[in-house]
DNA sequence: CGTGCCCTTGAGTACAATCAACGTTCGTGG
DNA sequence: CCACGAACGTTGATTGTACTCAAGGGCACG
């Protein structure tokens, strides 16, 4: 069941049979999650984390006249509350982009975790902190990217993510996020996103159709972006 | 001489003696760093985090043509890449934005001190998962609110975090960061950063001015930035 | 076969960028 | 002590990227 999120770990560090049973044991309870559904809301008192089995999730903050930001968009394998385990209360908001299935892991169980297996602990802190390298990413396309650059580089993140848990074949993914969706992740409205889309499309970079992104030259996409996966941390852990 | 740091620390929890002089301990060695200096490079093996006692630090990415977003801005009492003791090499740089002084915190230090006392591993680890969350409302910032409202933003952010560290004098803190560096951390360019600010000083809620920012309508500025100190977790973490 | 959601395209607007010039302050050296 | 230069701040004129408003089209689902 949870099979992806131990490959992702096993992605950026070793992991033994106690670890990994230790991980299994710690999961209390699944759950389906429909689409759509904010299931986390911002400021709720938390005593567990979510981990993310199957389907896209998106932490997001809402502003007074209907502005959407979306902070970061979690794939199978994460934890998308992770960092409630320290914080308690969430500063944001998390919903199902699409129908999700989760493993929940008590906080209690994590301390037990992180107490036991220290190379654990590393490893969880870690992930949060590679959270966080997400978001820095992402200033940095919010900021200084052009809306095609912005686009290039959160289709490349996913591209880097969703294979290191198999769910890429070759250049293509499956996203099923509408346009909308997409533009609350780069601070845009769905009218130019459309248009960049075309764009993109048209200078034959990639196309992202009926859900599915397909990367038709990878090099020119990563130049626009100016892409670099170092901020992925893709490589194993230094011992 | 970590007097800010213990402060920090303690307006989020408790820490006893032993605790105290384990962080006391810790430290190796005190540094200066002159203004502007890039003191740390993205990439950089590192094996000791950077406590920030005295000045204002950066960090920061630069894009191919002159552009650069800066993630966020650390305050005296902040680690200013506690996250490097997880990640090991980092994904931006970090730089003097002031003279600072700083201590040196060797990760095996660290490592010790968060193996001997658990509530410092919770409390660094939250530390780490705090950056992530001003990192997010930076997101907002960037992606979803005009240039006064982001402005209005980051000023009353740094007056939450300055206060917390005795660097406020009721509405006006010291801020010796140019109209560039803010523009930087905005995604504006130095001109716009200028005008804005001409425009808040002009509706009477603030004045930035010789490296002072005073807040002269706290409640009218706190409204146009929507400002809400929640992601600071400036409560005691509950029990 | 309608209804709603999403995508697409067009026309006009606005916020912020760019280009350019000038002012101010401050440190340095003649 | 004053002249000079560099860095920063200010303002004006113009351009451009992205937003807003609006309407129509495709598709899935009940």
């Known amino acids: 069941m949870i099979e992806r999120h131990l490959t992702r770990l096993r992605a950026r560090d070793d992991l033994d049979a106690a670890e990994e049973q230790a991980i299994r044991g710690s999961v ?5 999650i429909l689409a759509g559904k ?6 709720e008192l938390l005593e567990h984390s979510t981990l993310l089995l ?4 998106g932490r997001y903050r809402d502003l007074s ?8 968009i979690h794939v199978p394998g994460d934890f998308a509350d992770l960092h409630s385990f320290t914080l308690k209360r969430l500063d944001h908001s998390i919903m199902a982009l699409t ?3 989760v493993a929940i892991v008590p906080h209690s169980a994590i301390q037990a975790l992180t107490q036991a297996h220290p190379r654990l602990a590393r490893l969880y802190w870690f992930s949060t902190n590679l959270d966080a390298a997400i978001h820095r990413e992402w200033e940095v396309t919010l900021g200084r990217r052009s809306a095609i650059a912005g686009l290039a580089a959160l289709f490349c993140e996913l591209h880097v993510r969703l294979g290191l ?9 499956r996203l099923p996020l509408t346009q909308e969706e997409v533009g609350d992740c780069l601070g845009l409205t769905p009218v130019h996103v459309n248009r960049s889309l075309r764009e993109l499309r048209e200078r034959g970079l990639m196309i992202f159709r009926k859900d599915v992104v ?3 030259d990878h ?3 990563i130049r626009i972006a100016e892409f670099d996966p170092n901020y992925l941390y893709i490589e194993r852990m230094p011992r």
Request: proline share 5%; hydrophobic share 30%.
């Open 28 to 32: 209390t309870e699944y759950r389906q």
């Open 38 to 43: 904010t299931f986390l809301r911002a400021g």
């Open 54 to 57: 199957d389907g896209f999730m």
């Open 65 to 72: 006249q209907g502005g959407r930001q979306i902070s970061e």
């Open 99 to 101: 129908a999700c299935r």
């Open 165 to 173: 848990v198999g769910l890429t074949e070759g250049p293509r993914y």
């Open 214 to 216: 397909e990367i038709l």
């Open 219 to 221: 090099p020119g996409l």
